[in-house]
């Protein structure tokens, strides 16, 4: 079993930045592809960025590229998103999830691959 807790989000204004952390117990945690997705009030909960297990390969939605950044640090069992350039659509609960069959990083933004989540942590762009 792996839990996974986000932490981090808050209140920001436009062109601000945050870092959300994403942190297990699981002592398996670095054999899983991580995973950001997001959901806004009334849309559906949408991909963000993934890093593989081992931390070499990353994959972002095309609305977050150039202005987020997925890492991982094994050894503390945590994942970050660095969210530089925020937007005020970037407002949503952020979670983090864990999956254990994405196997192309192309395969990261299928929610359906994910078997862990955490959570969530709010996150509010203001303008």
């Known amino acids: 079993q792996v839990q996974l807790v986000e932490s981090g989000g808050g209140l920001v204004q436009a062109g601000g930045s945050l870092r959300l952390s994403c942190t297990t117990s699981?002592?398996?945690?670095?054999?899983?592809?991580t995973g950001w997705f997001r959901q806004a009030p009334g849309k559906e909960r949408e991909f963000v960025a993934a890093?593989?297990?081992?931390?070499?390969?990353?994959y972002y939605a095309d609305s977050v590229k150039g202005r987020f950044t997925i890492s991982r640090d094994n050894a503390k069992n945590t994942v970050y998103l660095q969210m530089n350039s925020l937007k005020p659509e970037d407002t949503a609960v952020y979670y983090c999830?864990?999956?254990?069959?994405?196997?192309?990083?192309?395969?990261?933004?299928?929610?359906?691959?994910?078997?862990?989540w955490g959570q969530g942590t709010p996150v509010t762009v203001s303008s």
């Open positions: 890093i593989s297990w081992i931390g070499i390969r990353t």
């Open positions: 699981g002592r398996t945690f670095s054999s899983y592809t």
């Open positions: 999830a864990a999956s254990g069959s994405v196997y192309y990083m192309s395969q990261a933004s299928d929610r359906l691959k994910y078997d862990y």
